[in-house]
């Protein structure tokens, strides 16, 4: 079974500052990972992936993420906070080993304060 | 825009009603999900349908209803609903069912059952 844990419901950080989002993932072979943003009144956006090969993953609007095989997680991180990130953010897993649907986070409320 | 259309976006109804939701997709893909959104939990996937054909149903009640007439368009019939039952329902695309596929999502359609 495939399960992804999201440890924080929600980050506060000051715009300007390094940020760091949360995602642990359990899957029984290797894992595919994902990450997604939602805004207000909008659905899910694509952020970015991991399949193989670089452990760090960079995606849009600045974003990336570092794959840790041995602390099993994927934590999503950018240099500089904005205004404009805050939203609510969703980690997803895959076992490319079983089943092709996504398993997904409860999601973190990101707040970056002026 | 993420080329994936639902309508309506805003639906009260009571628990002898029947109504449905729309998910229209432009992207040419052809697996398509309906996901429920309930706060602080993990995005909970209803149905998956991959060419037209039904391939996943996550012991959804059967008050819910999919249908899947082309793979552009997704329809969730809804009768005798719960109050529980109120959520973001999503409707999702992607160009196929496999393990590294990105999920395109639609706005969503705010569900109130009184």
């Known amino acids: 079974a495939q399960s992804v844990a999201q440890p924080e419901d929600q980050v506060n950080v000051a715009e300007g500052n390094p940020l760091t989002v949360k995602c642990t993932y359990s899957?029984?072979?290797?894992?595919?990972l994902f990450w997604y943003v939602q805004y207000p009144n909008r659905g899910l956006q694509f952020l970015l992936k991991?399949?193989?090969?670089?452990?760090l993953v960079k995606g849009s609007y600045g974003f990336e993420a570092e794959f840790n095989k041995s602390q099993t997680s994927f934590h999503l991180k950018k240099p500089s906070a904005l205004v404009s990130d805050s939203a609510l953010y969703f980690c997803a897993v895959r076992d490319p080993g079983g089943s092709y649907i996504p398993t997904f986070g409860r999601g973190t409320s990101l707040i970056v304060h002026p | 825009e993420t080329g994936v259309t639902q309508t309506p976006r805003h639906l009260v109804m009571g628990m002898t009603n029947k109504k449905s939701l729309k998910c229209e997709q432009h992207?040419?893909?052809?697996?398509m999900y309906w996901y429920k959104q309930s706060a602080k939990k993990p995005l909970e996937l209803m149905f998956v349908y991959n060419f037209k054909e039904q391939t996943e149903n996550n012991s959804v009640p059967s008050r819910f209803s999919p249908e899947c007439p082309n793979s552009s368009h997704l329809f969730l019939h809804l009768h005798t609903l719960q109050p529980e039952d109120s959520a973001l329902y999503l409707c999702?695309?992607?160009?196929?069912?496999?393990?590294?596929?990105?999920?395109?999502f639609g706005s969503g359609t705010q569900l109130s059952v009184l």
């Open positions: 899957v029984s072979g290797n894992p595919y």
């Open positions: 992207l040419g893909h052809n697996a």
């Open positions: 991991y399949i193989t090969g670089d452990n």
């Open positions: 999702a695309s992607s160009l196929r069912q496999a393990a590294g596929e990105k999920l395109f």
